[in-house]
């Protein structure tokens, strides 16, 4: 099995040879060492990272807070400076994101999800006005296929969502402005592709995903299937349409403008800072698409059923306003639509499969966030009726 990124070619024996073959724990001095493990990290490690640009700093000591386990290993770091450090006011924490484990190093490095992510912060971050978080540090290492984000901690500055989280209108209207910010900028442009947008497109990542986990769909099936109370009836009676609905709404994105696109933009992705505004983090599978997956997946799983129903046309037309101010050619509200419908359908499929994950997939959320997300989605595509819009 394996993935080809950029002419390199990622194999899962590559992966775990290299895995097994190193120490985890061999401890790294200088900034270009991506380290293996968090306990690989020394103080002399963190001060060529975080102290580069300051004369005379340094990391005196650090520990770390508990580990985080998802499709990546997360966890903060706390750090002690000597005084020139602390006069500076470096960070006295930062949160991280690594592959250690082997399933991680598996996943993120067979979906390219780290390398991209790498990429988004070293190569694109720094192009956009959007709020989202900052880094620090962003490695891929192609040989140990170890990888590490390191982000100054938003810790207690900002509020992240969840299904719980309650949005009002003007919430996810800023949600829209973020989502504005991120497509406009490359809406059709010749980069994307290319060595400063090194980016896959949609269709390609999905292909990709498919290749590497063979009973994705049996997964998403089996998933929709243990769902059937979260939807309307006459919806569940058109289950043998999903996976083909599925399919036609990742090549719709073959054929349409295309700009850069985050491609997971569930609630839970999103944080809220004090003056309201919403910013966006987890860049793991940013793609080259068409903005209406964005759009119709950030509203979707936003608001209340009863919320989207009442909002989501305005919210829709507001977006289009911003890419317009940003200098994106207007489209009707109906050729807008048209997508919006399609692109639910994937939408879904990120959460089936996280219901019931395929072999090899690591638990991603918990079955509450899930089953929420899950009835927001079924509902949207019964309202608009998904399945017919092809």
């Known amino acids: 099995m394996s993935t080809t990124t950029n002419d390199d070619t990622i194999t899962v024996e590559a992966i775990t040879a290299a895995y097994r073959a190193?120490?985890?724990?061999?401890?790294?001095v200088k900034a270009e060492e991506v380290p293996k493990s968090y306990e690989a990290i020394t103080d002399a490690w963190l001060t060529d990272v975080l102290c580069a640009q300051t004369p005379g700093a340094q990391v005196v000591s650090h520990s770390f807070d508990e580990r985080d386990d998802g499709s990546s290993n997360r966890r903060?770091?706390?750090?002690?400076?000597?005084d020139a450090g602390m006069a500076a006011g470096l960070p006295a924490t930062v949160f991280c994101k690594a592959a250690e484990a082997l399933e991680n190093r598996l996943v993120l490095g067979?979906?390219?999800?780290?390398?991209?992510?790498?990429d988004f912060?070293?190569?694109?971050r720094g192009r956009l006005g959007i709020e989202a978080p900052v880094t620090c540090y962003a490695r891929f290492d192609p040989q140990t296929y170890a990888s590490l984000i390191m982000m100054r901690d938003l810790g207690g500055s900002v509020q992240f969502c969840d299904d719980r989280t309650a949005m009002d209108f003007n919430l996810v209207a800023a949600q829209m402005r973020t989502l504005a910010e991120l497509h406009s900028p490359f809406y059709e442009s010749p980069e994307l592709g290319s060595q400063s947008l090194p980016f896959r497109t949609w269709p390609d990542w999905w292909r990709n995903m498919i290749t590497l986990t063979p009973d994705f769909e049996a997964s998403c099936d089996v998933a929709f299937g243990q769902?059937?109370?979260l939807m309307p009836e006459r919806l569940f009676r058109r289950r043998a349409e999903i996976w083909p609905a599925t399919e036609a709404s990742v090549e719709r994105h073959n054929v349409l403008p295309r700009t850069l696109i985050h491609c997971d933009v569930h609630l839970k992705n999103?944080?809220?800072?004090a003056d309201k505004r919403m910013g966006l983090s987890d860049f793991q599978i940013v793609s080259v698409g068409?903005?209406?997956?964005?759009v119709i997946y950030t509203i979707?799983?936003?608001?209340t059923i009863e919320d989207r129903r009442r909002w989501e046309k305005d919210l829709v037309r507001y977006y289009l306003d911003q890419m317009a101010e940003r200098g994106v050619p207007r489209v009707s509200e109906d050729e807008a639509w048209a997508a919006l419908r399609q692109q639910l359908m994937t939408a879904l499929a990120f959460w089936t499969i996280t219901l019931v994950p395929a072999e090899g997939m690591p638990a991603m959320q918990p079955e509450r966030t899930t089953r929420e997300f899950l009835r927001r989605l079924l509902a949207a595509i019964d309202d608009h009726d998904a399945l017919d819009s092809f």
């Open 110 to 118: 067979l979906s390219g999800a780290a390398k991209m992510e790498a």
């Open 290 to 294: 068409h903005w209406s997956r964005d």
């Open 227 to 229: 769902s059937e109370e």
């Open 270 to 273: 999103w944080y809220m800072t």
């Open 121 to 124: 912060y070293n190569k694109v």
């Open 22 to 28: 190193e120490q985890h724990d061999e401890k790294v």
């Open 76 to 82: 903060r770091i706390f750090l002690t400076y000597n």
């Open 300 to 303: 979707t799983t936003a608001l």
